[in-house]
């Protein structure tokens, strides 16, 4: 069965630093996201992409975030400068195409900001 | 805005017992409702969904019920087994959700005991 990649599986930087997560989508899907987990708390929505560009993101997903699709086939997020509460899971997550209601999960990335 | 709440947790069951997990949602109009599972160490899988009112979610044993008149998609099984711990998420998307995007309750960790 096709599976969402995430790399790395845990991730440590230090705070101000840049970091990018890597996600590979299940090909042919063409609803990509990005949410993460604090831990103890909720998966909380960051950013939807859709046709090479944001279709939503929430408040958390301020200028220091960005995302993009670089090769067609990788969809990164980009964290400017890390801070101690960027420290959580983040999960990938595709969906395929109109009329699609199953978005599929990445095994996530855990990152640790010092 | 959309919301989901789900009941706390941990919840420890021995195997072979019955499991309830609540979890009821605050949206406009009809939403699609989810359960999400995530076992040590893996990203979320879909367990079941519902797309309209009255539809029953059901898969591996576990069931859920979407209920309009009382905002709820409370998950069940009827004879649980130690292979069934794991964080349980209910998810909804909105109807004027353009990006698709998932709005989780809290999490509920299930410890079924031998």
């Known amino acids: 069965e096709p599976e969402v990649t995430q790399t790395p599986s845990h991730q440590v930087t230090q705070m101000g630093q840049e970091v990018i997560l890597r996600c590979v989508p299940i090909?042919?899907?063409?609803?990509f996201y990005w949410y993460r987990q604090i831990l103890g708390q909720k998966v909380e929505f960051l950013v939807s992409?859709?046709?090479?560009?944001?279709?939503?993101k929430s408040e958390i997903f301020d200028d220091q975030f960005s995302v993009e699709r670089p090769d067609g086939s990788n969809f990164t997020l980009k964290i400017r400068s890390t801070k101690l509460e960027d420290s959580a899971m983040y999960f990938c997550a595709t969906l395929g195409g109109a009329g699609a209601d199953t978005q599929y999960f990445g095994p996530g990335t855990r990152l640790t900001v010092l | 805005g959309d919301s989901v709440t789900q009941m706390e947790g941990p919840v420890t069951l021995s195997e072979e017992a019955f499991l309830t997990i609540n979890c009821t949602y605050t949206?406009?109009?009809?939403?699609?409702l989810f359960w999400y599972v995530q076992y040590p160490g893996e990203g979320l899988q879909l367990l079941l969904k519902?797309?309209?009112?009255?539809d029953k979610g059901s898969n591996k044993g576990f069931e859920a019920t979407y209920r309009k008149e009382t905002t709820s998609f409370h998950l069940e099984k009827g004879s649980v087994q130690v292979s069934d711990s794991a964080v349980y998420f209910c998810?909804?998307?909105?109807?004027?959700?353009?990006?698709?995007?998932?709005?989780f309750g809290q999490g509920t960790e299930l410890s079924v005991k031998p």
């Open positions: 998810a909804l998307r909105g109807v004027y959700n353009q990006g698709g995007k998932l709005i």
């Open positions: 519902a797309t309209k009112a009255d």
């Open positions: 949206a406009t109009g009809y939403p699609s």
């Open positions: 090909s042919n899907h063409l609803y």
């Open positions: 992409f859709y046709n090479n560009e944001i279709s939503e």
